[in-house]
């Protein structure tokens, strides 16, 4: 192996004395130093022959050592640094993420598991860390933490059915379920029920239904906000309605619901159809898929819109 001074002369003899400081500067650099010293048998002609990348790793060292963010980011390629590898025996130069980049991207990764449908933001920004724990929903809380650590070994076997008067937080509740169980990687979507069955005509125009309604059948875990509000014909109750829970059961998938009536009072609302007639064998048939498949609960308390 050829001496530092036998590299460096021919280096030196074309940059002078401001080149031999560059490189006594390079070479004196704590992280150079310490791959040197991880990786001993790299030969000093690789260090001359490779100045310009270790000097770009180490100009971005700097800029990560004074990190101003993501978006302020000024090396080579945004939320990234140079680092040196070793590749099957071979140093090698390589672009690796940095902390910021791969929060950025969980971040992303883990929104894309939630989808909604006509949802507030609120609704979807809720957390067990931020739900009220008073008496009146605390039954529904601990049963929507237990209901989401079962993903930990499995999936659950029941859904929730949460219902009880106007803004008492059933939706926060079922939005703060969204949220936890991105950690096991579930895909969740929430629909607000009514604004869904009211425009199905428009997805029938827009060929679409077959796709929107394909996706609520097999998403992980789908949540049907406020169901029991919505205005039912035959048709939208048992080609769609039924045909959804009837996938989900038979898959054995997960579905959660939030409503103002009590199980009864839902299969009493199927039964009934805008044009005023009444089909309870239809509508017993959908409880069925409902019913044995969901703990219900009861939500009470104060109205917390009004505040």
């Not at 001359?48 to 980011?73: P, T, V, W």
């Not at 039954?139 to 237990?146: C, F, L, Q």
Request: a positive charge; one cysteine or more; aromatic letters at 10%.
């Amino acid at each position: 192996m050829k001496s530092i001074g036998e590299v460096v002369k021919p280096w030196l003899s074309r940059g002078g004395r401001g080149a031999e400081n560059e490189w006594k500067k390079m070479m004196n650099h704590p992280v150079v130093r310490a791959i040197q010293r991880e990786y001993p048998d790299i030969p000093l002609e690789f260090y001359k022959r490779s100045g310009n990348a270790f000097r770009q790793m180490l100009m971005e060292k700097e800029n990560c050592g004074r990190c101003r963010g993501l978006n302020a980011c000024p090396n080579l390629m945004k939320g990234h640094f140079t680092k040196l590898t070793d590749a099957f025996g071979y140093p090698e130069f390589r672009m690796q993420p940095c902390r910021h980049l791969k929060v950025h991207q969980e971040n992303l990764q883990a929104q894309s598991l939630i989808s909604s449908y006509r949802i507030p933001q609120d609704i979807l920004n809720s957390s067990f860390e931020t739900l009220d724990y008073d008496m009146g929903r605390i039954d529904a809380i601990d049963a929507a933490i237990d209901f989401c650590n079962q993903f930990a070994t499995g999936k659950p076997k029941k859904g929730l059915y949460l219902y009880g008067p106007f803004g008492v937080g059933k939706s926060r509740i079922a939005g703060a379920i969204m949220n936890e169980i991105i950690q096991y990687k579930k895909r969740s979507y929430m629909v607000y029920f009514p604004d869904f069955m009211r425009e199905l005509n428009d997805s029938i125009a827009e060929k679409t239904l077959n796709e929107k309604v394909d996706y609520l059948k097999q998403v992980d875990v789908l949540i049907l906000d406020d169901i029991g509000a919505e205005y039912l014909t035959p048709w939208k109750r048992d080609e769609v309605l039924g045909a959804i829970l009837h996938y989900r059961y038979a898959e054995r998938l997960p579905t959660i619901y939030t409503s103002n009536l009590s199980l009864d009072q839902l299969e009493e609302h199927l039964a009934n159809s805008v044009k005023g007639d009444a089909d309870w064998m239809k509508a017993k048939r959908i409880m069925e898929r409902i019913r044995h498949y969901v703990i219900s609960l009861t939500v009470i308390g104060p109205n917390r819109r009004k505040n």
